[in-house]
């Protein structure tokens, strides 16, 4: 099993601010590599599939970048909707996710 | 825009089987990978399994041995079945088709989810 280890667990951060999320593979993923934003009670969104490809209708302000074990999310300048919980998940064998990271107000 | 719909009973005793169906309206099932994912109340996802149109499945290995996907291309439906369940089997469950060329590896359409929830 491909185990995803996210970090920080929580970010706390004022609107406006950078966030930068991270996950680290324990083995190598390629680029197989996408992030989700979940907010409660709602399903998941997918933000990036492949590492960094922006899905569609996803805003400019969030990419992903990286590849074999480290990958990063980036949130250029967090706007309120922004404050979720965020899921990375590798598709390279059988699918696994990480334990998320909350984004909340400071 | 394609939308997914899951249904089935809320509540499943114990050692008995869990049955959902993904109803999928606003494009076709074929030539796509649908999933089905589950989570804990409180907790993470866990990705159960998938099934492609053409009939390949994949499964979680720790699952793989109650799981079984199916696809009903004339009624634009997606199963789950989920033999001898436990109260660790309880979570809400997703339906979710993936995005276009990423063959199952990141799933791009979700449905709202349905909480199941097994008792003694």
């Known amino acids: 099993e491909i185990v995803l280890t996210q970090s920080p667990a929580t970010l706390s951060l004022s609107p406006g601010e950078r966030a930068t999320l991270s996950c680290r593979a324990s083995q190598s993923v390629s680029t197989y590599l996408a992030w989700y934003q979940q907010k409660p009670g709602q399903a998941p969104r997918l933000l990036i599939s492949?590492?960094?490809n922006r899905a569609t209708g996803i805003p400019a302000r969030f990419s992903g970048s990286g590849s074999g074990t480290d990958f990063t999310l980036t949130i250029s300048s967090l706007e309120p909707e922004d404050f979720a919980v965020y899921y990375c998940?590798?598709?390279?064998?059988?699918?696994?996710f990480g334990g998320g990271t909350k984004v909340d107000i400071k | 825009q394609v939308q997914l719909q899951e249904s089935g009973p809320g509540l499943v005793k114990s050692s008995e089987t869990l049955s959902l169906t993904c109803t999928v309206s606003?494009?076709?099932?074929?030539?796509?990978?649908w999933s089905w994912i589950r989570q804990s109340p409180g907790k993470g996802l866990q990705w159960i399994g998938y099934h492609y149109y053409n009939g390949n499945t994949k499964y979680n290995p720790s699952l793989e041995s109650r799981v079984t996907i199916s696809v009903d291309t004339s009624k634009n439906q997606v199963s789950l079945q989920l033999t001898s369940v436990t109260a660790a089997d309880t979570a809400v469950y997703y339906c979710a088709r993936d995005r276009e060329h990423t063959y199952g590896k990141a799933q791009g359409f979700w449905g709202q989810g349905t909480l199941v929830t097994v008792s003694s």
């Open positions: 492949d590492a960094s």
């Open positions: 606003g494009g076709s099932i074929s030539t796509y990978y």
């Open positions: 998940q590798q598709g390279s064998d059988w699918l696994t």
